[in-house]
């Protein structure tokens, strides 16, 4: 088998991500050298590579199912939020400058050759690259521009699959109207459709989907059904609820559960730092954002972020940072990552990311960070009390004064801070280090007087993690064509797929 196709969605967390990652481990598990390809993401939710660049962490995800290291090749073009307007810009794994929208246009034709030029390696390289796209197709408006959708299609000649989410209703009209809405070059390469996170009787649907057909030409490969127990590094996007709960809490082992209030910050960066604390039993983590959610909660996280001065002061103004320290004072457990352990100390000085020079911090910690021009993007390794951790980072601030004593030790240097029951630190993906999380999770719950709390011994983050991905693969396998998507890898798009005329459609009368 040799080929390329790319999964595009109607909308939004449609469910593009997991349908790659479900494909690439179906074909991994069958011996296919397959490799994940998104070609332009727009995430704060990142990893470091092996070389050494940051990537979309759906990708990284997407290249663990095919069995791979994750690369920069994987995905070229990261577009890193900082604000409603502007975004870092984020190339072959390297920041290169801040844009906003008429910067990225003049950008284009270069990272368009360097979308191609990756794509076209990739594809010399493995049997199978599963392309994923971004957004929705339909986003007309964005179409000049575009590099990730029907852009990519076009200049590699790729076969579409079509997801839509039946859970947020109006499936079969965000299919059809998506090919619609399309010019005619571009609808010729959607092949088929996908419905995804669908409950009940398939054959409830099936009326509609064989419509669907009818109206379009274009059959649909498949309906996933929504399956609860996947939601560790599910989707790569902006979207983290407020309020809502992370993953499937199951029961304590104990009395006593452990009740996690993480904050969701108006511009997080690595939201998915939380999920190894869900994978855990009686640990119950929730996203929240106002002052009285952290009143009855055993531990407070505040994460990362991409503008750190301006969601400090989104704490000040909403009274969450008035909580954190009447929190602090009263011996409450509270962890601050990479941005939100800058938030914890006492001075950030910052010309780079807000240019507002000094700020005061929260002053939780005795620590002064200053901001730099370049990035810290690494991959570490150290030790906890004789305890191996292991994490990345991603940030623009260094450590210029630390006052209390280090949490860890990574790379043979002191790295992050505790005072008390406050926590901090730069490292992202720490709390996936097992036996470190068992131990710290130990401390929280005394700091918390929840004696009830009893820690499992046996939980294994990248194993939850693997399970998921091969959950994945067995969706795929059990509920796809498989056939029919074997024949879009190696043919390409069917020849005389029908054009949706849009005016006739708008008019109310079909083209086929």
């Known amino acids: 088998m040799k080929g390329a196709l790319l999964v595009a969605g109607t909308t939004s967390d449609a469910g593009k991500s997991v349908v790659v990652a479900g494909i690439c ?35 990284a995800l997407q290249a663990e199912a095919c069995g791979l290291e994750p690369s920069v090749r994987f995905n070229p073009v990261l577009l890193k939020p900082g604000s409603d307007r502007r975004s870092q810009l984020v190339v072959r794994g390297r920041a290169i400058g801040t844009v906003g929208a008429e910067d990225y246009f003049r950008h284009r034709r270069e990272l368009r050759d360097v979308v191609a030029a ?88 099936r009326p509609g989907l064989e419509r669907l057909t009818e109206l379009t030409g274009r059959p649909t490969l498949g309906v996933l059904p929504y399956a609860e127990d996947l939601w560790l590094d599910a989707e790569d996007s902006l979207g983290t609820l407020a309020d809502a709960p992370v993953g499937r809490p199951r029961p304590p082992l104990g009395a006593d559960w452990l009740t996690v209030a993480a904050i969701r910050l108006p511009r997080i960066s690595n939201s998915t730092d939380v999920e190894a604390l869900a994978c855990e039993p009686g640990v119950a983590v929730r996203w929240v954002t106002e002052p009285s959610r952290l009143a009855g909660a055993d531990l407070v996280i505040l994460p990362g972020s991409k503008a750190t001065v301006s969601d400090l002061r989104w704490l000040r103004r909403t009274g969450l940072a008035d909580a954190l320290r009447a929190r602090a004072a009263a011996g409450g457990p509270i962890l601050g990552v990479c941005g939100g352990y800058q938030m914890l100390g006492a001075r950030i000085l910052d010309r780079v990311e807000s240019g507002a020079g000094e700020v005061e911090g929260l002053r939780l910690l005795d620590l002064t960070v200053e901001f730099a021009e370049s990035k810290v993007l690494r991959r570490s390794e150290g030790h906890a009390a004789g305890i191996a951790v292991r994490g990345y980072e991603i940030h623009h601030g260094r450590v210029t004064h630390r006052g209390d004593p280090a949490w860890l030790t990574v790379d043979g240097e002191p790295e992050g801070s505790v005072r008390g029951a406050v926590w901090g630190t730069h490292l992202h993906g720490l709390l996936e280090s097992d036996e470190f999380r068992r131990a710290w999770l130990r401390a929280v719950a005394t700091a918390a007087g929840r004696t009830g709390f009893i820690v499992a011994d046996d939980v294994s983050v990248s194993a939850v993690r693997a ?38 459609v708008l008019a109310g009368d079909r083209i086929g």
Do not use: W
């Not at 296919?32 to 759906?58: C, H, W, Y």
């Open 25 to 59: 481990r179906m074909l991994a598990r069958r011996g296919v050298r397959v490799a994940p390809f998104k070609a332009q993401n727009m995430s704060n939710n990142s990893v470091v590579t092996l070389d050494g660049g940051e990537i979309g962490r759906a990708q």
């Open 118 to 205: 990756d794509l076209a390696a990739l594809r010399a390289e493995f049997d199978v690259v599963v392309c994923e796209g971004a957004g929705s197709p339909a986003e007309i408006n964005l179409r000049a521009t575009d590099l990730a959708n029907m852009g990519l299609a076009r200049a590699a000649e790729l076969p579409v699959l079509l997801v839509g989410d039946i859970d947020r209703g109006g499936v079969l009209a965000h299919l059809f109207g998506t090919v619609a809405i399309l010019e005619p070059e571009d609808q010729r390469l959607i092949s088929g459709f996908i419905v995804n996170k669908f409950r009940g009787a398939v054959e409830l649907l």
């Open 467 to 504: 399970a998921q991905l091969d959950l994945l693969a067995d969706l795929i396998e059990d509920h796809l064509d498989i056939a029919a998507l074997e024949r879009l890898l190696s043919e390409g798009a069917p020849a005389g797929l029908p054009i949706l005329a849009t005016d006739a």
